[in-house]
């Protein structure tokens, strides 16, 4: 896990002490609301219906047991005692006090962390697989360039008042957990013929009111070039991106509007321009940084352990959860758990200050002090001995934390919609509740089998809704809360754009709809297909005729 040197800890300190400052004019009178509006967006300060809402970096999802330790303690100490787990591997906190901000960012200081450029039209916190590092089908941990990623953006000179915002997503696994095909830019890690690792670079991806999948760049840019080609395509998207409407200032409108291939020769051409100046220095940091992201040391295991699989033969709730909720280490003797937050009527994505604390420890009692937080607002130990996951679930299990629902219909994604979003039109945790308590049985939702639902609250797609298997979008209409149902998404390696099937329904009526949308694929499914590979086979024709049969 990396470690912050000297700059980072004078770099930090300083930008509180700062943001201190124009908190307390604010307070005072000196900055009115709209001067002081881009000040506290640049570290993260939101304004929302009903507070300040902070969100807080995990660069690249990885957290320490002590840092779950004080996200827990601000809870306390600064919210409501709970925190809000994001889809971009962030974590909010929706009650502070706005004269509290610069004393609760002091105290994230401590354990090397902050709030910096997780708002503005700037480079957002830098995303990766929540299984990097110990996933069995990885090519290479992609967290130390995500690292170097985060170095490079962070208060760029050139990129710091982009037209819009700009999310960067990185995978080094051929199966796609990072989403990269909906970011601004996506990085893939291939080996070529030769043997010799570099990067397929993907732009003009993202969601929203226009969503897109985005295109391959480059297919494969040598792994000690990655800065430089970066570099070109924010240049290309800095000069070009348009300024004059919001709505159009992203770069996959800009890669849209001159086309796929215009947009590559640009980008090729900035790339002439800059030579390869780089490559010799982000070898030498990236070498710097992987010793961070060494591997611990593990054991010397079996590939079974016989208790474990007596535990899962004796115990069927056991099972179920080793099943959905553990997968596979690259490891002998070792097992990744992914901890649910995803409770049967819960609040996707939250957990309490006691939870956290409970995290916190067993991590650094079964998993190496390490924890991740996932796009689909969960968690993650990412090193656990096969013989330790019984003694773990009976233990997350007294916490609340053992629904073994990973993947499955229950672990809904949602925004928090117009319970606090100043931008949401409509509500997505009460859509959520609906639709978790629908399917609450477990046994069920094991049937049904890998099904992912997400909800936005808004045209914005805070929710993901465009790549949600079922994607549902909440929309005013006339004063009334509707709800658009979209079938066919998907964020991984085939990623895709969900089709709208038709009218919206009224906020009672979504958990209905998606009752017959499961019914019917249980019936149109060929043995155990997976509910996108049956989508994708037999199209939208028969769900839609299910759903408005009676319309």
Known sequence: MYRYDEFDHRFVRERVGQFRDQVERRLGGELSEAEFKPLRLMNGVYLQLHAYML?????????????????????????????????????????????????????????????????????????????????????????????????????????????????????????????????????????????ARGWEVLAGGGQGRTPMIAITVREFLPEAELLGYLEAVMRVYNLHGRRDNKYKARIKILVHELGADAFRAQVEAEYAKLGSPTVDVEQRELE????????????????????????????????????????????????????????????????????????????????????????????????????????????????????????????????????YCALATARSIPIAQDVSERFEDLKRQHDIGSLTINISGCINACGHHHVGHIGILGLDKKGEEFYQITLGGSSDENASIGTILGPGFAGDQVADAIETIVETYLGLRADDEPFIETYRRVGAKPFKEALYETA
């Not at 787990?85 to 610069?102: A, E, G, I, S």
């Not at 696994?173 to 095909?181: K, M």
């Not at 004796?314 to 080793?322: D, L």
């Not at 992914?338 to 939250?350: A, Q, R, V, Y």
Request: hydrophobic fraction near 40%.
């Open 55 to 195: 969100r807080v970096a995990i660069p690249y999802g990885t957290l320490s047991s002590a840092q779950m330790r004080r996200l827990a303690e601000i809870a306390d100490t600064y919210d409501k005692g709970y925190a809000h787990f994001t889809t971009r591997q962030n974590v909010q906190y929706n009650w502070p006090k706005l004269k509290d901000m610069p004393d609760l960012l002091d105290d994230l200081a401590d354990v090397e962390m902050h709030a910096i450029q997780t708002s503005g039209n700037c480079i957002r916190n830098v995303t990766t697989d929540q299984w990097a590092g110990v996933a069995a089908d990885e090519v290479a941990d992609p967290r130390p360039v995500c690292e170097l990623l985060r170095q490079w953006s962070s208060l760029h000179p050139e990129f710091s008042f982009l037209p819009r915002k700009f999310k960067i997503a990185v995978t080094g696994a051929p199966r796609d957990r990072a989403a990269v095909a909906v970011h601004d830019i996506g990085l893939r890690m291939h080996v070529n013929a030769d043997g």
């Open 288 to 419: 710097r940084i992987s010793a961070y992201f060494a591997p611990p040391v593990y054991d010397e295991l079996d590939e079974t352990c016989v208790p474990f699989e007596l535990a899962k033969n004796e115990n069927r709730e056991f099972a179920w959860w080793v099943k959905s909720n553990v997968s596979a280490h690259k490891v002998s003797g070792y097992a990744i758990v992914n901890i649910s937050l995803k409770p049967t009527g819960g609040i996707p994505g939250d957990a309490t200050s006691q939870q956290m604390f409970v995290v916190a420890d067993l991590a650094e009692q079964y998993s190496h002090a390490e924890i991740r937080v996932t796009h689909r607002q969960n968690l993650v130990l990412p090193d656990v001995r096969l013989s330790d996951l019984y003694t773990l679930w009976i233990e997350l299990n007294s916490a609340e934390l053992a629904t073994a629902n990973v993947g499955l219909i229950g672990d809904i994604v949602a925004c928090p919609g117009l319970d």
